[in-house]
C-alpha cells in the first residue's frame, strides 16, 4: 500500500510538468500585462521597455518557465530595466512554494489565493453537502419505488436540471426569489456579493447570501448524483446477500440503510472524492453572477488582465488538488472494501 | 396441393426456425422507438433545428443586427415577439441567427472533438505501448485541469487572431472559428478513453489476428476492421458532447470571450444580462429556454441511443 502511494505520487510528477508547460505556453499570449498596468495612462515606449527588462519578460520562454519554476535568487536580474543585469532576484520558484508576485497588485499569490480560498470552499462545500444530502434522499427513494409515477416524475425533473445551464438556472432564482419576492412585499434574498456591508460581515449575512448560489449549484450538481445514487442502490438491491438479509426477516429499514447503502456508498465515495477537488477551482460562472469573491472572480479578473502569476498558481493549486485526491481516493476506496488490495 | 402451399416446408433444423438476423441499426431503431423520451427529445431537436435554420426566411440577418436604440428594451409586443434588447435589436430574429451559431458550433466542435478522440485513441490502443504511455499522459494532463479554466484561457490565447469571413455573403465574426476549434480541442479526452479501452481488448481478436495473417495494413486494420465495431460507443458519446459543446459555448460567450458582436449567438445574447435581471427578464429569459430546449432534447437523444445501440442489451 504504502509503495502504491509512494508509486502514484511520482508518476504524478511528470503530469504536472506536462500541465505547467502547456498552460505556461497558453500563457504567453492571453495578452499584454504592461498594456492594463498603468491604469487609464499610456505606457511610453521607453517605459514599456524598461518595465519589459524589469518584468523578465524580455527573457526566451524557456528562461521565463524556469524562473517561475525554481526561482531566479541563483542568477542576476536587470532590476532597474537600463539593460544590464546587476543584482541577483529573489523569486524562489512555484518548486520552493513561491507563487510569484501579482502585477496587478503587486502582492504575493500565495496571500491574493489565500484569501479567496475560505469564501470559495465555503460556498462550494456547502453546495456538494446540500446535493449528496438531497441525491441520498431521493436517489435511494426512486430506486426502491423503481418506475413508479414519481420515479418518472423524477426522472424527467434530472434530466431537466442534469441539461439546466448554471446561468440560467442562477438568473431565474434570483428573478423569482429576489425581483418577484421583492415585488410580491415577501421576505426576498440578496443577489450579489457576501454580505451586506451596512452590517457586515456576520455569519448570519454570509449564510443568507450564500442561498441562492448554493441552491442554483446543487439543482446543477444534484441530477447527476441523483442517478448515479439510483443506478448504484438498484444493483446493490439485486445482490443476493440482500435477498439473504431480507430472507432472514430483517427489518426493512435495516436492510436497506445497513445492508444496501453500506455497498452503494463505495462507487459514490469515488465520485465525491474525484468531484473535491475541482471545488477548489470554484464556479466560475456563478461566482460571477453572484459577484461572490472567490477563487473563480480571482481567475476571471486576474485573466483579464494577463496575470500569468495568479492565473498560473490558481491552475496548479487545482492540478495538484486534483493528483492528490485522485490518489486519497484510491486509499478511501481500498480501506473501505477490503476486496481491493493494490500490490 | 396447390403449388403454394407445398413451399410451407416443415422445419428441418433449428437454422431454419431463426429468422433473419437484424443488424445493429435494425435492432437499434426498435429499441429506440420504444424509448418515448428519446423520440420526444428526436423532435423537439429537429423543431429547434426548424425554427433556427427556417427563421432565416421570417427576417433577413441585416434585421437581426440592425438596431434602433430609441426601441431599446421594450417587452415583448406583437412588433417584436421576444421583446428587444439594450440597443434596440429584435430579440426573435437575434435568437435565430444565434440558434443558427450556437447549433453550428456545437456541432462542428463535436466534430473536431470525435476525430481527434478517435486519432488520439485508437493510436493510443492499438500500438500501447510507448505510444500508449505519451498519448495516455498527455490525455491525463488535460483531464486534470478544469475545463472552463482551459476554455478561457485559449480563448483569450486565440482571440481576435482570426478575421471576419465571408461564407454565402453573410460575414461571421472570426471568434466562430475560434470558438469551435477550441471546444473541439479541450473535449476529446473522454472519448478518446473510450475508444483505447475498445481497440485494447478488440485488437486481441481472432479476426484482427486473421487479417494480420493476410497481411493487412496496420491502417487498414485500425479504420476499417476495428474501428467500425467501436462505432455504437463514440455514436452515444458524441451525441452528448453536442449538448456539452453547446453549453460550452454559452459559458464562454456568457464570460464575454466567446463569439463576438455583431454576430448573435445563445450565448453572447446572455453576456450583460444580470445588468437587467429586473428591468428586462425578456433579455435573458428566451436565450437561455432555447439552450436549455437544445441541451435536453440531445441529452434525451443520447440517453434513447445509449440504451438502444447497446450490444449486451437483449431487449427488443
Redesign the interface.
Known sequence: MFQYVIKRLLQGIPLLIIVSLTLFLLMMKVGDPIATMGGRTITRPDDRERLTRQLGLDKPLAVQYLYWLIGNDWTKIDADGDGIPEKSGTRRGILRGDLGTSLVTKEPVAKLIGERIPNTLILMLASEIVTILFALFLGIYSALRQYSTLDNILTALLFIGYSMPIFFISLMSMYVFAVLFKQWGLPYLPTVGMFDPQVGKTTGQVLWHMVLPVLSLSVIYFAGYSRYIRSTMLEVMSQDYIRTAKSKGLPRRQVVYIHALKNASLPIVTLVGLDLPFLLGGAVVTERIFAWPGMGRLFLDHLSRADVSVVMGIMMLVAVAVVVFQILTDIVYAWLDPRIRYD | MTAHSTSLSVPQSADDLATEPLTLWQLGWLRFRRHK?ALFGGVLLIALIIFAFGGSFLYTEKYANFNDTSQRLQPPSSEHPFGTDSIGRDILARTIYGGQISLFIGFVAVLIETILGILVGALAGYYGGVVDAILM??T???L???T??LL???A??FGGQIPEIHIFNRAFSGSVIVIVVIIGATSWMYLARIVRAEFLSLKEREFILAAHATGTSNFEIIFYHILPNTIAPIIVSSTLSV?NAI?AE??IS??GLGVQPPTASWGNM?DN??KY??SA?WL?FFP??L??LT??SI??LG?GLRDALDPRSRVI
Open positions: 423520451m499522459r498527455f491525463e494532463a488535460l486534470i485541469i478544469p472552463i479554466f478561457l484561457v485559449m483569450k490565447f449538448a453549453l454559452a459559458y456568457f464570460l446572455l444580462s444580470v435581471l429586473d427578464p435573458w437561455g429556454m439552450i436549455l441541451v435536453l441529452n434525451f440517453d
